[in-house]
């Protein structure tokens, strides 16, 4: 990354976005500089984001299919049987009238056939002949009916699930080509912290560092486990040599704690020391206002960025579904995410000129949003059982029946939102 200069002063801040700015200029950034396309097998493509459209190589189906087992006819009936044709055969053309091959569910229609009987619609002659009547409609599926070759199935930026990787598997493809995963890293700050046993003796445990990696795979993020580290000794120094060295192998280094301006809070002279420009220092929401996100640009020219979490838990987790969510949308070249909305069930408080994002438990049958006890920004109980926040915009409160927008905890990666 650049060289850090003999200058501690703080980058240059601008004032505090409002949450939902905040959203739109992380997202912007990420976009900017959205990941490489790569390629890779089937396989390994669950949670990557398509990088081109998905277009089938052939029509969908490539040649006619039978719909059902029965006999495919030419001419009137009753027929000769004249040979078989099984899934994943060619048969020879029917070329006489009154002829018929048996053939499977999924099996190609000879050329020549004239329809299809059903088995069970269809019987024997005594002299061995198939006899029955064809129904009107044809009982085969026609070349090009779900798809013809070329055409766009599902655009770039679409994020690839198990049924994403069956419907190009169906279209041809053996690959796909697909925005490289972010990699990232993960700083826990705090000489107050301890990382085993329970807390005492004025020492807390550290509730993020074992957490928040897997919030970020749920993003679709790859971290290393040696990439998690803390915590990080509460001098300017440590906290820039361990920044410097999580950058130089991460798109996105997470912070956690030191994003105010105490006494042992050096994120923001480490940043300035490094060179960082702020996209967004302090978000007007709570919990979680002191999070902030900064790029910083290497020697190799790419855009790296840190995301600073605050270091109370569940501020740190609004950090990330506020900041880390769309940045990483941006960086797979995904839209930004839509929130979905649910009804208030129950009142939920607003917080002044600040959003409030409250945590609830969501009634997915019946659409309802629920909130949850033990929702301290320190607290972590409520959100062991809350599905998301809900959003309480500046200056209003959420009363009961309020249709409001949720923020989802992350997914699975390919599992799909509600």
């Known amino acids: 990354m650049r060289t850090e200069t003999a200058s501690t002063d703080e980058v240059s801040a601008p004032p505090p976005a409002d949450w939902a700015q905040a959203r739109s200029l992380v997202y912007a950034a990420g976009l900017a500089a959205a990941l490489p396309a790569v390629e890779r097998p089937l396989a390994g493509t669950d949670g990557h984001t398509l990088a081109e459209p998905l277009s089938p190589r052939t029509d969908l189906p490539a040649f006619p299919t039978s719909s059902v087992d029965g006999w495919a006819v030419r001419g009137a009936g009753p027929w000769r049987v004249v040979g078989r044709v099984l899934a994943g055969g060619a048969p020879a053309p029917l070329t006489e009238d009154g002829t018929t091959v048996e053939i499977a569910t999924g099996a190609m229609v000879p050329v020549g056939a004239s329809a299809v009987l059903r088995v069970e619609e269809s019987r024997r002659t005594p002299e061995g002949l198939v006899d029955g009547v064809p129904r009107a409609t044809p009982e085969w599926r026609q070349p090009g009916e ?24 169906s279209c ?9 995963q972010p990699r990232a890293a993960l700083l826990v700050f705090g000489d107050e912290l301890l990382t ?30 040696n990439s998690v580290v803390g915590p990080v000794a509460d001098t300017l120094p440590a906290h820039v040599a361990a920044l410097r060295a999580a950058l130089d192998n991460a798109d996105l280094v997470c912070t956690t704690g030191g994003t105010m301006h105490g006494p042992v ?8 020391s490094l060179g960082a420009e702020y996209v967004v220092n302090t978000v007007a929401v709570r919990p979680g206002f002191p999070m902030l996100l900064a790029r910083l640009v290497g020697a190799d020219g790419q855009v790296r960025f840190v995301a600073g979490l605050p270091g109370n838990p569940q501020s740190a987790v609004i950090a990330l579904v506020s900041l880390v969510a769309p940045l990483l949308a941006g960086l797979a070249g995904r839209s930004l995410p839509t929130l979905p909305h649910a009804v208030l069930a129950e009142p939920v408080a607003g917080r002044g000129d600040h959003t409030h994002l409250a945590l609830v438990r969501l009634d997915r049958a019946a659409g309802t949003a629920h909130p949850v006890r033990h929702v301290g920004s320190a607290m972590l109980r409520g959100l062991a059982t809350a599905d998301g926040f809900a959003v309480i915009d500046p ?23 509600w």
């Open 172 to 180: 041809g493809h053996d690959t796909l080509r697909v925005r490289r």
């Open 196 to 225: 085993a046993g329970p807390p005492g003796a004025g020492r807390v445990r550290d509730a993020l560092g074992p957490a928040v990696p897997g919030w970020l795979r749920r993003y679709g993020c790859q971290v290393d486990p």
């Open 146 to 169: 779900e798809a013809t070759a070329g055409e766009e199935l599902l655009p770039a930026g679409t994020p690839v699930d198990p049924a994403v990787i069956g419907l190009a598997a």
């Open 265 to 272: 809070d050096h994120l923001h002279p480490a940043l300035a």
């Open 395 to 417: 200056g209003t409160t959420g009363s009961a029946g309020d249709r409001v927008p949720i923020v989802p905890l992350p997914l699975l990666p390919g599992e799909r939102a």
